[in-house]
């Protein structure tokens, strides 16, 4: 029997719970989770499995584990400086994380950017941006994560579990989107 990657379960767990989603009087759980996701577009799996592991590189060339951050809620954010609808989303992000810095949000903004990482460094200098900006010019990470598209946004739960999946833009810091946020800052704190 083949192995499976916790990406490609949690892929196959999305399309299973929206088809359970078809079923709200059997299955009421499954279809508050459903409804929450078809307002902001994101994909909750049925069985929440474990991130996968990644270490790399800041804008200061020191090496950032996904690890280090465990008890935090973290936004993986997959994007690059040639994605405009990743870029015009950067502002929003930042506010996210100013907002619910405080109370243990954390974003990763892993660039999708290949061979120099100066594009990165000057767009960041440019904006403002103050989140940790990680290089994955290789694609090993994005590999891990299965990003066919970008931007593409896992959220992490404080145990290291993939609680959510968003492909595409996403006003993070309106409304629906600080509900999600919310709602995975109130699941408690590691112990």
Known sequence: MRAVSPVAWFHR??????????????????AAASEKA??????????????PGFRLPDLASSDVSLEHYRGKVVLVHFWATFCVP???????LEA????YLAQD???????AD?????????????????FPVLLDPDGEVRNKYEVVALP???????????????????????TEGRK????????GVLR
Not at 96 to 99: E, K, V, Y
Request: net charge positive; hydrophobic share 50%.
């Open 105 to 111: 949000l954390v974003v990763l903004a892993i660039a």
């Open 86 to 92: 990743c870029v015009k989303e950067m502002p929003d």
């Open 96 to 99: 996210l994380w100013q907002r």
């Open 13 to 30: 767990s999305c399309i299973i719970l929206a088809c359970l989603a078809v079923l709200p009087v059997a299955f009421p759980a499954v």
């Open 152 to 174: 593409t946004s896992y959220l992490i739960g404080r145990d290291g579990k993939i609680s959510g999946r968003a492909i595409g833009t996403r006003v993070w810091n309106g």
């Open 114 to 130: 290949r061979g120099s990482h100066a594009a990165v460094l000057e767009f960041v200098d440019n904006t403002g941006v103050t």
């Open 180 to 187: 999600i946020i919310e709602a995975q800052l109130a699941a």
């Open 38 to 51: 078809a307002e902001f577009d994101v994909s909750y799996p049925k069985q929440r499995l474990p991130a």
